[in-house]
């Protein structure tokens, strides 16, 4: 239990360190092609870690076979969808309707995992997703347009963040998870360096010039070692001891932070509906570390019905 509850703490720092980034990504890629950028970015953090493994850990290099790199290219491959699909359905969707449809992993990844792998979630962690759900309703203020292209396609990269962290949870135990992680990063930088080049992401000639514009490659140091290579590796190596469904609503924190730092960094104003969504998303993680028989009234209530 201890485990769950350390573990948790943990990867809220995660969704913190990303919502910190929003800002510093947010400025990079209006210099840099987004693809360009994340190629990039996940190259450095995967050098970073495999130069990592080698000087301080060399001896898990034997561990490596095809089991391995296998299930690290299907976490990047879910990975990079979530990002891919978010990239291209803001091409036609608003930021806020894709910031709530792309937040909705945290209800699918219960269902998913009851799906495939019958896993029963209890009601308080539930009942916490539903708040959280609400609460990001109000922080994205989305919108009641038609429903379009880009509305599908950020479905379905909520889809891939999904089923990124059910994989990441069944693989954990399996594997290393300085060797998972480096497998996942340096997957997601192949696809998108030939995401970038097949979808004419500005020209290769730029590349030089766009990266020596402090707003690029600060963002990608900070982003590579932070919030990427430590990031991607506290949550693989964390989560085989917290549930899925702890972790999807965990990273609901993610925009809590983004607004939070966007206010102080740069003065952009916390309205009503932020600050009633992000309650809501930090009182729905509250309630999913609540265990049922912390809670003494329901237990008396329970006795109740079962002597009735």
Same mark, same amino acid.
């Given at each position: 239990?201890?485990?769950?509850?350390?573990?948790?703490?943990?990867?809220?720092?995660?969704?913190?360190?990303?919502?910190?980034?929003?800002?510093?990504?947010?400025?990079?890629?209006?210099? +840099?092609?987004?693809?360009?950028?994340?190629?990039?970015?996940?190259?450095?953090?995967?050098?970073?870690?495999?130069?990592?493994?080698?000087?301080?850990?060399?001896?898990?290099?034997?561990?490596?076979?095809?089991?391995?790199?296998?299930?690290?290219?299907?976490?990047?491959?879910?990975?990079?969808?979530?990002?891919?699909?978010?990239?291209?359905?803001?091409?036609?969707?608003?930021?806020?309707?894709?910031?709530?449809?792309?937040?909705?992993?945290?209800?699918?990844?219960?269902?998913?995992?009851?799906?495939?792998?019958?896993?029963?979630?209890?009601?308080?962690?539930?009942?916490?997703?539903?708040?959280?759900?609400?609460?990001?309703?109000?922080?994205?203020?989305?919108?009641?347009?038609?429903?379009?292209?880009?509305?599908?396609?950020?479905?379905?990269?909520?889809?891939?963040?999904?089923?990124?962290?059910?994989?990441?949870?069944?693989?954990?135990?399996?594997?290393?998870?300085?060797?998972?992680?480096?497998?996942?990063?340096?997957?997601?930088?192949?696809?998108?360096?030939?995401?970038?080049?097949?979808?004419?992401?500005?020209?290769?000639?730029?590349?030089?010039?766009?990266?020596?514009?402090?707003?690029?490659?600060?963002?990608?140091?900070?982003?590579?070692?932070?919030?990427?290579?430590?990031?991607?590796?506290?949550?693989?190596?964390?989560?085989?001891?917290?549930?899925?469904?702890?972790?999807?609503?965990?990273?609901? +924190?993610?925009?809590?932070?983004?607004?939070?730092?966007?206010?102080?960094?740069?003065?952009?104003?916390?309205?009503?509906?932020?600050?009633?969504?992000?309650?809501?998303?930090?009182?729905?993680?509250?309630?999913?570390?609540?265990?049922?028989?912390?809670?003494?009234?329901?237990?008396?209530?329970?006795?109740?019905?079962?002597?009735?």
């Amino acid at each position: 239990m201890r485990n769950v509850y350390i573990s948790d703490c943990l990867l809220l720092l995660v969704a913190f360190m990303w919502g910190a980034t929003f800002v510093v990504v947010q400025q990079a890629v209006a210099i +840099m092609a987004p693809f360009a950028f994340n190629g990039v970015r996940f190259a450095v953090a995967a050098l970073f870690l495999f130069v990592w493994i080698v000087c301080f850990y060399p001896h898990l290099l034997a561990e490596l076979n095809r089991t391995l790199l296998f299930n690290g290219m299907m976490l990047g491959f879910w990975l990079f969808a979530g990002y891919a699909l978010q990239t291209f359905g803001l091409l036609y969707t608003t930021s806020s309707k894709s910031a709530f449809l792309t937040g909705l992993s945290v209800a699918l990844v219960p269902i998913f995992t009851w799906l495939l792998f019958k896993q029963k979630i209890q009601w308080p962690a539930a009942f916490g997703i539903a708040l959280a759900t609400v609460g990001l309703f109000f922080m994205t203020s989305f919108g009641t347009g038609a429903l379009n292209l880009g509305d599908v396609l950020s479905f379905f990269c909520a889809i891939g963040f999904a089923v990124h962290i059910i994989l990441t949870g069944r693989y954990t135990s399996r594997h290393s998870a300085l060797l998972l992680t480096l497998m996942q990063i340096a997957t997601v930088a192949v696809l998108n360096c030939l995401f970038a080049v097949g979808f004419g992401s500005g020209s290769l000639a730029e590349l030089p010039v766009q990266l020596v514009d402090p707003k690029v490659w600060g963002a990608i140091v900070f982003t590579a070692v932070g919030a990427t290579a430590v990031a991607y590796l506290a949550q693989t190596s964390l989560q085989k001891y917290t549930p899925p469904s702890h972790v999807a609503l965990i990273f609901t +924190m993610e925009p809590v932070f983004a607004a939070l730092t966007a206010y102080i960094g740069t003065g952009e104003p916390l309205t009503g509906r932020t600050m009633i969504g992000g309650l809501l998303i930090f009182l729905g993680m509250i309630l999913v570390e609540t265990r049922v028989k912390r809670l003494p009234w329901l237990k008396r209530s329970a006795n109740r019905s079962i002597h009735s």
